[in-house]
């Protein structure tokens, strides 16, 4: 996993950009491996990890995608894609792998000796993680919205328990291990450009996912062009979106 020569953090945001057009060279598929590796150690809400990355080096594939993707430059011209893929049909699965993990972590002893803290953890995953994530139809989150909006009333509650709250905090997991993976390519000088724009129906037929994953974004790489940034990096001011209290 070592990378030598890297920038440091500070440099490689600033040196990230949304890169249009790549250099028709090749970059070295195991060290964008590496990053999307790097890409699985983001943050990710309650450690469920709802996301699966898709690594494409057939140009055959590449230009399916960027067919699906309309075309656009930076899907076209990249000498690899990275389609970010969001799971929340997998939280029982990945429950289970958090609950094996624990148990892994407690010893081999009963539950009825785990500490406190050992129990609160156990807990979280076997009772609070299907509560939240358990619906049917958006039906239960309706129920759930309406239960902790009256608990909520008398003291704090988590309050984002419907479906379409819980598909927001897969997208927002899959999203930082996203800005991970593109920090840690521009870290070691290679480009990418985060798409929002393709047919997710075909792009899901093409890596033949189900209907039930979502595609995040996709993300463009490569060396880029020299007309492959459109243009200087425009912010609106820093005071607009600061807020001290």
């Given at each position: ?62 230009k399916e995608i960027a067919g699906a993707s309309?075309?656009?430059n930076g899907a076209k011209t990249a000498q ?166």
């Amino acid at each position: 996993m070592a990378i030598t020569n890297e920038k440091s953090v500070s440099e490689a945001i600033k040196y990230r950009r949304s890169v249009r057009v790549f250099k028709k060279e090749p970059i070295d598929e195991q060290k964008v491996k590496n990053c999307i590796h790097l890409a699985t150690l983001a943050a990710t809400s309650s450690n469920m990890q709802l996301w699966e990355f898709y690594h494409i080096v057939s140009p055959d594939i590449i230009k399916e995608i960027a067919g699906a993707s309309f075309d656009q430059n930076g899907a076209k011209t990249a000498q690899q894609l990275l389609v970010v893929v969001a799971r929340k049909d997998l939280w029982r699965k990945r429950m289970q792998a958090n609950i094996s993990f624990l148990k892994s972590q407690f010893g081999n002893k009963p539950e009825a000796e785990y500490s406190k803290r050992e129990k609160f953890a156990m807990n979280y995953y076997k009772k609070i993680i299907p509560t939240i994530y358990t619906d049917f139809l958006g039906i239960l989150g309706g129920i759930k919205f309406l239960a902790f909006y009256i608990i909520g009333l008398f003291k704090p509650i988590y309050r984002q328990a419907r479906l379409s709250d819980m598909r927001i905090v897969a997208h927002k997991s899959a999203g930082l291990a996203a800005q991970n993976f593109m920090i840690s390519m521009a870290a070691i000088n290679y480009d990418t450009c985060p798409m929002e724009g393709f047919d997710s129906l075909r792009i899901k037929k093409i890596l033949h996912l189900p209907s039930s994953a979502e595609i995040n974004m996709i993300i463009g790489c490569g060396l880029r062009d020299e007309q492959g940034i459109y243009g200087e990096r425009f912010r609106i001011s820093f005071e607009e979106v600061y807020h001290k209290i």
